[in-house]
């Protein structure tokens, strides 16, 4: 090699970080390029030398008359000569002086004793300027040496003066005290420059001493790692030829050489290189030593004393053919790449490699590994060792060799990367030039040798729960765990990027920044549980330490910048970005008024902590599972073997509000982050308002559609902090509870759809493909930290409660959005364990959900993971409820079948005792019909907890108020609460969630504005295609908007109409967000993918603040007002309410009157009427009673509903006049009692029924006309019953009243007793029942009120009143029924013929001939045919019809023939008789006539020969569509009762008016069936 090198220029300073590390004696952790043979700095080819004064670099200070000099530098304290001699510093550590001179001492006869103006001490003294050589404490002068001198002032010594006391000429005295520096030893100057010897950096490997073969050059290396400065000692012994070259010293005979650590240390080494002359490179023999933190003197030169580290010189590393530490062998070419016996030594290498003919492997060993001790001789930079292989380790084309590792390592290996090397091209020494073309058994990462453990980090075994990431409060570690039953190996995966502080720590491969642990199933498996535990170092990284201001070594003193703290740049950097938020003001409505709260639109988010070491280290590293994963030959996990997403993550590494929808070509694939452990929430004391459900009024919402609109005004539309900008308001609105569709993490990419109308992109707006249970949707989140919509969501959570608003989530446990569209970007429950997780037949997913992958929701790996998921968001996330998205599913086991007894998963959520407080409601249906549809019947495994969707309430209501015909009774069901759905299973009203409108169908007002759905723009057939709507005009002119003001108009009274239906009634109401102001989709009903069309128009909303929105609120508020009347925790009784309509009446009309019965002191009652048909219709008012109008939908706004009584209409006349497809709403302020009597009397005579006077309006104030009348069945004679009637309650208030008997023709009979006078109970009780018995005499009162001599004195007689207990299936009207005996006379009949009677009531079996009645005759009394008794229920003038058949037999069967008149019709007597005869004679004529054709007649001669119809000719009644079409043959007898049938052969025989009375046989079954429910 060459003796002349050039360093190159220093590219940059140290850097003030790198500079404090080496103060408080740290290390550097930048890797360094290796470098060959390199000088030391300031060495220059000396053919390049000249002096400073020439280059004119350094400013000339007029120091000296005859010397120069220049500033110097203030580094190496002491003396230095640069090479060649041309300049010698000067420099002195002296922190407290404010002068300072140089005194320079030349021995006689010296070079430099002519040039200068010595003293008589041979000195001179040169005074320094404290502008120019002073730095910090630091005094430095240069002194530029003449020619003539610069190879002799080693021989001239220096002394310095601080502060010395002057003469009056100012020179320091001659009695001054001097700082003496002692000659440095021989030839040492500062720093790796030498004025001889030639040194560059060094190489760190091969600690020891080297000398490459045939090179002259020889490297030192030492490592060292707790030391912070090195300097190299070399000592020659006496008498060396080439000693004099180095004029060493002649005492010691060493040098010395300082190591400077930017460009001799890589990372723990020390190392430098010596280039010797060529005369010396064969004569080596030289001894050396280390001084690692030596103590200096003043000069700052180590002390004597210093301790030294002795080092014998080494042999050189790389031998061919062996290893000088290592033991190999021969190894077996099977088995290629690695193998290990168990508990063996040796670890077999080998590779097949055909056409190579050299090979070497390569051993690294990272930094840290216990198995470092054992490979000392390993280079430090690349913790690597070569091996070359020989003959013997080559079997035809394999190469092989085997490692006897030593005892103390053989249970270390694991982490030990390896590599070949094949044809390298070598060296002079015969060692590879270049590494670069190493062969990898696999793709990067490099794996790790086999063996449980991890080189770098450190784990334990773990706890098998809670499942998830999770970390012990005051704990350093992080356990991991997951629920994975069926699985036989385990691998975590941890991902950190690359920015990340934890990077360096794990030493992870620079593209895949991953690491790989694989567990062990004895350590880290409990039952079907991994776990492991990863123990945490102190702190994140060196440079994440707090650093000190400075250290003092000695005497010797470093200034150094402090570099700021890791917490505190984090804390400036959140400053920064705080301040360039620009703030906002309040949210301003379409016309510009402020809309909102200022307080609610700056509540501030919490920040959270970062200044623990631990949760720096950990924070943003992501991790997955491997399971049972694929291996390659080296026995670890494929790289594109899928990594699967912890099932119990809580935090994900997707995007924030800001990419919602954005798309790329790297699809969706999160992975779990690492909590944010030390993210403390202040919840401010805020707890749940701990609302019943019985007084909960529910607003379903989209998160993202209720403020994502640019109208909303709000700072952060679409968030969570969005959401509770627009609290105000809810609270204006005046619900209480928010049901919020999914907000938990999902792809809203995953949809492939696009707007067929503009190409617009579609996406999966709903959410209900659940990515992650357990994580809030972070794209309803402002920021972009992983896990800030944990602190969000929370902040929402708290806002609510504060304002009294409860929170329920709609979650969605019956399937997953794992493989939604086929994809298969990201991998969870399938992964972990499909049979588990997933509802499977014959290995395949099923469908009951309508989306596929139907999850196995009672297993007890899948029932446990959703329960702790239930109590995660109850407990940390403090949400008061959970609505089940298609809940059937979650009751099927693993047959697919619904278990309605104890379902699994259900009785674990209703037995947890962390969810007691929690509200359970189901939508009691899936995809699967009809076994999926539970309404009413959804499983509650004890005492009732599940509330239900009631779909039946939105379908009947819906069907009722657009004026479907037969759906009142069915109407006033849902009313009162369902009680026929949820009473059997111990349920209250309140568990009947009832609503008209919910997400999936149409908006209220689309539901009055579309007869058909509109979802050409989902791209896709899809949505509900019966929806009971009505666009309330001509189905095909006016869908959707129209002009026409007629259909608006109505339109308006219906939306009106259903709010109505939804606030009064007994059940929880859920309102959809925007139907308060009349939100539109356009007519889509099913808005899944739709993003845009779906949100709320606050611009819509503010136009109507004095329309639907002023209607929506006052109604809300009057429910509230009044909640003992609708949050009922029991079914409405007659005590409660008051039916005022006529069942039998097939017009849409419902009356009812409602009041609280357990008020003490009475209430305000409603009554509440709906006339839902195209006709006007009078409401009668119950008399006595001042009534207000509160609402009427067929008036304009704001007339259309009052807030309260002093703005209500009072309504003056008995009756109430309402509009067509109307409502009203009447209050009452005057508390009344409902009375019921019971008169037992068994002395009426035919045709009399019992009626009641009295003195109040509900009695007729003594009008026999407006009287109350009694009735009595078989069952119930002699005791009659009276309908109800109201009367004004007063505490201890009187009213009279009196029996009377009315009969047929007009006639009325008083009763002979006294008045009776019934006294008020002292307390509000709602219903009483009145039992009294009839006392008549013989005297008869034709019409007018009782004599007035005849009345008893006042207070005569006192009735006592009690409360009445109904028993079950008794109607709140009770009916009387009136007798018929039929007399025909008919003489046309054959000997084998029977004469038969067929009507419209069920008891002449409703036109079914089967049905019909059989008249009987005898030889004395034919042709008179007598039908038994049939009893008919009796309504004042009511009607039925009839008509008679023959019936007979011939040869061929049975046949019927029709009576050819119209039917008859009868006429029930106003009054109600005992008996009624009719008396008729058959219109048939002659033989034959009219019979159905294929019939013939009988002869006079009485010939009975004539053929006969094979069955009955029936056909259905004209106009009749109930039903669908029925086989006569096939469904008379199974259908009798249910259809109606005439005869066939004249259209004119059975009129409409005939099915008429049919179905009002039916309204009146369904009353009775209401009145069952009802008690």
Request: glycine share 8%.
């Amino acid at each position: 090699g060459s003796n002349t090198f050039k360093k190159q220029p220093k590219s940059r300073f140290l850097s003030s970080e790198y500079m404090l590390k080496w103060a408080l004696g740290g290390r550097s952790d930048r890797e360094k390029p290796n470098e060959s043979v390199q000088p030391m700095q300031g060495v220059e080819p000396e053919d390049s030398v000249t002096t400073k004064a020439s280059q004119g670099s350094a400013e000339r200070l007029d120091l000296h008359p005859i010397l120069e000099f220049s500033r110097g530098e203030a580094k190496a304290h002491g003396w230095a000569q640069q090479r060649g001699g041309d300049t010698v510093n000067f420099s002195l550590l002296a922190p407290d002086t404010s002068s300072a001179w140089l005194i320079l001492t030349v021995p006689k006869g010296h070079a430099c004793e002519k040039l200068l103006a010595l003293d008589d001490n041979q000195e001179t003294i040169v005074l320094l300027d404290p502008e120019k050589n002073r730095t910090g404490d630091s005094w430095h002068v240069e002194w530029i040496v003449p020619d003539e001198a610069k190879d002799q002032v080693r021989d001239v010594k220096y002394a310095w003066l601080l502060d010395p006391e002057l003469d009056a000429a100012g020179q320091p005295l001659p009695t001054a005290p001097r700082t003496e520096a002692t000659k440095p030893p021989a030839l040492f100057l500062p720093g790796n420059s030498h004025s001889l010897m030639k040194f560059g950096n060094g190489q760190p490997k091969s600690h020891g001493c080297i000398q490459k073969r045939y090179h002259n050059s020889i490297n030192f290396s030492l490592l060292s790692p707790d030391s912070s400065f090195a300097w190299l000692v070399i000592s020659l012994p006496p008498g060396q030829p080439w000693a004099k070259l180095l004029k060493l010293d002649t005492d010691q005979q060493e040098m010395y050489i300082e190591l400077d650590p930017e460009d001799n240390r890589t990372g723990d080494t020390w190392h430098l290189e010596w280039i010797m002359p060529d005369i010396v490179k064969d004569q080596v023999k030289i001894t050396y030593s280390w001084l690692l933190d030596p103590e200096l003197d003043e000069a700052g030169q180590p002390l004597a004393a210093s301790p030294r580290t002795e080092a014998a010189k080494l042999p050189a590393l790389w031998i061919p053919k062996g290893h000088p530490v290592l033991k190999f062998g021969d190894g077996q070419p099977k088995g290629h790449s690695w193998a290990r016996k168990k508990d063996s030594n040796v670890l077999t290498f080998s590779l097949l490699a055909p056409e190579s003919s050299s090979a070497w492997l390569i051993l690294q060993v990272p930094l840290g590994h216990p198995a470092t001790n054992e490979f000392r001789k390993l280079d430090v930079n690349q913790d690597e060792a070569y091996v070359q292989l020989g003959p013997n380790n080559r079997t035809g084309d394999s190469w092989h060799v085997d490692w006897h590792m030593p005892n103390e390592i053989k249970n270390n290996v694991k982490g030990i990367r390896y590599s070949w090397l094949l044809d390298p091209e070598l060296d002079e020494d015969c060692q590879p030039l270049s590494a670069d073309s190493r062969i990898h058994p696999t793709k990067e990462p490099e794996l790790f040798i086999p063996g449980k453990g991890h080189p770098v980090l450190k784990f334990g075994c773990g706890e098998p729960k809670p499942h998830g990431c999770s970390q012990k409060k005051g704990e350093t570690a992080i356990n991991f765990a997951l629920l994975a039953p069926h699985s036989s190996s385990a691998w975590l995966v941890l991902k950190v990027p690359p920015s990340h502080p934890c990077s360096k720590t794990l030493k992870l491969n620079s593209k895949q920044e991953e690491t790989y642990v694989e567990l062990d199933p004895k350590t880290n498996r409990t039952g079907d549980s991994w776990h492991l535990e990863w123990i945490m170092p102190d702190q994140a990284d060196e440079e994440g330490k707090d650093e000190e201001d400075g250290e003092q070594t000695g005497k010797r003193k470093e200034q150094v910048k402090p570099k700021a703290k890791a917490k505190d740049k984090i804390k400036e950097k959140g400053e920064k970005a705080k301040g360039k938020k620009k703030e906002t003001g309040e949210g301003k409505g379409e016309a510009g008024k402020v809309t909102e709260n200022a307080a609610l639109s700056q509540v501030p988010v919490p920040k959270r902590r970062l200044s623990d070491p631990l949760n720096q280290l950990v924070k943003g590293i992501k991790y997955a599972w491997l399971l049972d994963p694929d291996l390659d030959e080296d026995g670890q996990p494929l790289s594109s073997y899928p990594r699967a997403v912890d099932p119990y993550a809580r935090v994900l590494d997707s995007h924030c509000a800001e990419e919602w929808n954005v798309r790329s070509d790297r699809k969706y694939s999160p992975l779990p982050v690492i909590p944010d452990f030390m993210q403390e929430f202040d919840w401010q004391g805020i707890g749940s308002p701990g609302l019943q459900m019985k007084d909960l009024i529910i607003y379903e919402a989209h998160l993202r559609g209720f403020t994502k609109n640019p109208d909303s005004g709000v700072a952060h539309p679409g968030t969570y902090l969005g959401f509770v900008e627009k609290i105000p308001h809810l609270l204006d609105l005046g619900v209480n509870c928010v049901e919020l569709l999914p907000i938990h993490e999902f792809d809203e990419t995953a949809c492939p759809l696009r707007n067929p109308g503009n190409n617009e992109q579609l996406c999966n707006y709903w959410g209900y493909q659940t990515v992650a249970f357990f994580v809030p949707m972070q794209r309803f989140c402002t920021q972009n930290e992983v896990g800030s919509a944990i602190t969000e969501f929370k902040t929402l959570v708290r806002e609510l409660h504060r304002h009294g608003i409860e929170v329920i989530l709609d979650v969605v446990f019956n399937h997953t959005g794992e493989g939604a569209w086929g994809e298969g970007n990201w991998l969870s429950w399938s992964q972990v364990s499909k049979s588990e997780y997933y509802l499977l037949s014959n290995g395949c997913h099923t469908n009951y959900t309508g989306c596929g992958n139907t999850m196995n929701a009672n297993s007890a790996t899948c029932s446990e993971w959703i329960c702790e998921c239930v109590r995660y968001w109850a407990l940390e996330m403090k949400v008061d409820g959970f609505r089940f998205d298609l809940a059937s599913a979650l009751t099927r086991g693993s047959n697919g079948q619904c278990n309605l007894n104890d379902p699994y998963l259900i009785k674990r959520m209703v037995e947890d005792p962390d969810l007691s407080h929690v509200k359970l409601i189901a939508e009691p249906w899936d995809c699967s019909w009809p076994d999926g549809m539970l309404q009413g019947k959804f499983p509650s495994c004890g005492p009732p907890r599940f509330a239900e969707w009631n779909g039946k309430f939105r379908d009947t209501t819906r069907r009722f108020i657009k004026g479907d015909p037969g759906m009142k009774s069915d109407f006033a069901t849902r009313l009162c609460g369902s009680s026929d759905l949820f009473e059997a299973s111990g349920r209250s009203p309140f568990h009947s969630i009832n609503f008209i409108t919910a997400h999936d169908g149409f908006t209220l007002r689309d539901l009055v504005s579309y007869n058909k759905k509109n979802n050409f723009c989902n791209g896709e057939d899809s949505g509900e295609n019966e929806n009971h709507s009505w666009n309330c005009g001509e189905p095909g002119r006016d869908e959707g908007q129209t002009g026409n003001p007629d259909v608006n108009h109505l339109r308006e009274k219906q939306m009106k109409n259903f709010l109505v239906a939804l606030f009064m009634s007994a059940g929880t109401p859920m309102l959809v967000f925007g139907d308060e102001y009349g939100r539109t989709q356009h007519g889509c009903n099913n808005g899944w993918c739709q993003d845009a069309v779906s949100w709320f128009s606050w611009s819509d909303c503010s136009r109507q603040e004095e329309g639907r929105l002023r209607y929506s609120k006052a109604l809300i508020s009057l429910r509230k007002r009044f909640g003992n009347i609708f949050n009922r925790t029991s079914p409405w009784t007659e005590k409660d309410i008051w039916w005022r309509h006529d069942w039998d009446d097939p017009y849409n009309f419902l009356c009812c009157v409602l009041q609280d019965s357990q008020a003490e002191h009475g209430c305000s009652s409603f009554l509440v009427a709906f006339n839902a048909g195209c006709g006007v219709f009078k409401c009668d008012l119950p008399a006595g009673l001042e009534w207000y109008r509160m609402v009427d939908t067929d008036v304009a706004s704001p007339g259309d509903i009052c807030l309260d009584l002093d703005s209500a209409v009072q309504i003056s006349t008995p009756s109430y006049e309402m509009s067509p497809y109307s409502c009203i709403v009447l209050q009452t302020p005057q508390p009344f009692l409902q009375y019921q009597f019971q008169v037992s009397c068994a002395c009426t005579s035919v045709g009399e029924v019992p009626f009641i006077a009295g003195s109040v309006a509900g009695l007729g104030s003594w009008d026999p006309g407006g009287a109350l009348q009694c009735f009595a069945n078989e069952e119930s004679f002699p005791m009659w019953n009276s309908s109800t009637v109201a009367v004004p309650w007063s505490s201890r208030g009187k009213f009279e009243f009196k029996l009377l008997k009315k009969g047929q023709i007009g006639s009325i009979v008083w009763d002979e007793m006294s008045n009776r006078r019934i006294v008020m109970p002292e307390a509000f009780t709602g219903f009483q029942v009145i039992s009294v018995q009839c006392a008549w005499g013989s005297r008869e009162v034709f019409g007018g009120e009782p004599e007035s001599e005849e009345e008893p004195a006042p207070f005569e007689e006192e009735v006592a009143s009690s409360t009445h207990t109904w028993e079950r299936g008794t109607s709140p009207v009770q009916s009387s029924f009136i007798e018929y005996e039929f007399k025909v006379r008919c003489d046309s009949t054959l000997p084998n013929e029977s004469l038969v009677i067929v009507g419209s009531v069920p008891e002449l079996g409703a036109w079914v001939p089967d049905k019909a009645i059989r008249c009987s005759t005898t030889a004395s009394e034919f042709p008179v045919w007598t039908s038994p008794i049939v009893t008919v229920p009796w309504t004042s003038f009511g009607k039925f019809e009839f008509k008679f058949l023959k019936q007979g037999e011939s040869s061929d069967g049975g046949y019927v023939v029709w009576d050819d008149v119209p039917n008859h019709q009868v006429e029930m007597p106003a009054m109600c008789g005992e008996r009624e005869r009719i008396s008729l004679k058959c219109a048939w004529g002659t033989a034959g006539i009219n019979r159905p054709t294929g019939f013939t007649s009988a002869s006079a001669d009485g010939d009975v020969s004539r053929p006969c119809p094979s069955r009955p000719m029936y056909s259905r009644c004209a106009g009749d569509t109930s039903y669908p079409p029925v086989d006569p043959c096939t469904d008379v007898p199974g259908h009798a009762g249910h259809v109606s049938y005439v005869p066939a052969d004249a259209a004119t025989v059975a009129p409409r008016h005939g099915l008429v009375s049919e179905r009002r046989a039916r309204d009146l079954a369904r009353a009775r069936e209401l009145a069952r429910h009802l008690k």
